[in-house]
């Protein structure tokens, strides 16, 4: 499985947005780049995915590179609810959607 | 309100004893997964199932054991062959078909064990 790399740690103050990044050189064709958010003593939770074209929901937006070996997931104004552990993960096309390979994530600690 | 249930949220168990954690969901999905949490670590996949009356092994499937009979529900067992059994247990699900635009899936609030 193509693999990520994310900053250990990141720190924001509330209300400014926060740039997260997420480096995979190794990805294939059929990678798509999904985000989930995990809170303390929680489940993790969906944030957003994307494959090639920046994507944007009401949680966040996703900005992709152009030759896709690294993708930036944007909070646009952080809340002291988006406190939480962020992971970025690749899941190939075709592969179950719970499927997912989690690394250690990115702690965003959000200051008031 | 569909979800995806997870019981109980904390459990203790005597060493050497077999413990069985309850998974339920009512979004129709046809996926389910198993995962372990250990504290200050990613979550590592333990069994999966893509359909009732199948499933496969994850990445550390020794020391436990699943079944599904129903659509619904996907009972994770931790045996007293697990030798470090102490951690955070979390289910999930997802729509699961071939041509399906790729999605999410959803977790439930998970089960903390302990071995006491």
């Known amino acids: 499985d193509a693999k990520t790399t994310q900053p250990n740690s990141m720190e924001s103050n509330e209300e400014e947005p926060v740039h997260l990044p997420c480096n995979h050189s190794t990805i294939s064709g059929t990678d798509y780049i999904h985000w989930y958010r995990q809170l303390p003593s929680q489940g993790p939770e969906y944030v957003i995915h994307g494959l090639t074209s920046n994507v944007n929901n009401r949680m966040a937006s996703l900005a992709i590179a152009e030759d896709r070996k690294s993708s930036t997931l944007i909070l646009h104004r952080a809340t002291l609810r988006d406190a939480a552990v962020y992971y970025c993960?690749?899941?190939?096309?075709?592969?179950?959607?719970?499927?997912?390979?989690f690394g250690q994530g990115t702690i965003l600690t959000v200051h008031p | 309100d569909g979800g995806i249930t997870q019981s109980p949220k904390y459990l203790f168990r005597k060493e050497g004893q077999n413990v069985t954690l309850s998974c339920e969901q009512n979004l129709n999905h046809d996926a389910m997964y198993w995962y372990r949490q250990d504290p200050g670590q990613g979550l590592r996949l333990i069994y999966y199932s893509q359909i009732v009356n199948d499933f496969q092994k994850g990445d550390i499937a020794e020391g436990y054991s699943v079944s599904r009979e129903k659509k619904e529900s996907f009972p994770l067992t931790v045996t007293s062959a697990q030798k470090n059994p102490t951690a955070f247990y979390l289910c999930?699900?997802?729509?699961?078909?071939?041509?399906?635009?790729?999605?999410?899936?959803?977790f439930g609030q998970g089960t903390r064990l302990t071995v006491v």
């Open positions: 993960i690749l899941l190939a096309g075709g592969t179950s959607y719970g499927k997912l390979t």
């Open positions: 999930a699900s997802s729509i699961d078909r071939v041509g399906q635009v790729s999605t999410e899936a959803f």
